[in-house]
């Protein structure tokens, strides 16, 4: 078959709607970014807000604690460039589609594993008593989730978004 006879399958370049594209490619890159600068940075505020009672106040951090924070701001850097970078590189939605389902994953892990400070600290009536770091790890990461929800399930996306040509057979 010669090549210009060939059909391939090619997705319909789609138009991002502005809530979308101003909270993936924007708020939550840069929020991730803050996440990893406390992590690593900030090793002793980020264990003070997260849980003040079992931080190391007066004693020095220790190593394997170090470690493990300086591993999740990485895993927070790598968060902020899958969205701020692959997803800026691509109008393939399948892409966005798939990096979107797998960061509604680490969302929910990320819910999961507040699960040690109660099963309370989920609950909204509880804002009052939020810190910063519960802000970010709570309805942050509830709206995270419930915006790649929606993109998923293609709330507000055009119509056109969705179309993909087939091959012909023959």
């Known amino acids: 078959m010669a090549p210009a006879q060939q059909q391939q399958v090619q997705q319909a370049g789609f138009s991002l709607p502005i809530p979308y594209r101003v909270f993936f490619l924007l708020i939550e890159p840069i929020s991730a970014l803050v996440g990893a600068f406390y992590a690593h940075f900030r090793q002793r505020d980020y ?43 691509t109008s393939d939605l399948r892409v966005w589609k798939s990096v979107l389902f797998i960061l509604l994953l680490a969302d929910l ?11 309370e600290i ?9 810190n910063a770091i519960d802000w ?4 942050f990461v509830y709206f995270g989730a419930l915006m ?12 056109v978004a969705a179309k993909i040509t087939k091959p012909k057979k023959g």
């Open 47 to 89: 264990l003070l807000l997260t849980h003040a009672a079992s931080a190391p106040i007066f004693t020095p951090m220790p190593t394997g604690t170090s470690i493990v924070l300086s591993q999740l701001a990485n895993l927070y850097l790598l968060f902020a460039l899958n969205e701020a970078l692959v997803l800026r590189s």
């Open 109 to 119: 892990g990320h819910l999961w594993s507040l699960k040690e400070l109660g099963w």
């Open 122 to 130: 989920y609950a909204p009536w509880n804002f009052a008593r939020w």
């Open 136 to 139: 970010g790890n709570i309805p």
């Open 148 to 159: 790649r929800i929606a993109f998923l399930a293609d709330v507000g996306m055009p119509k």
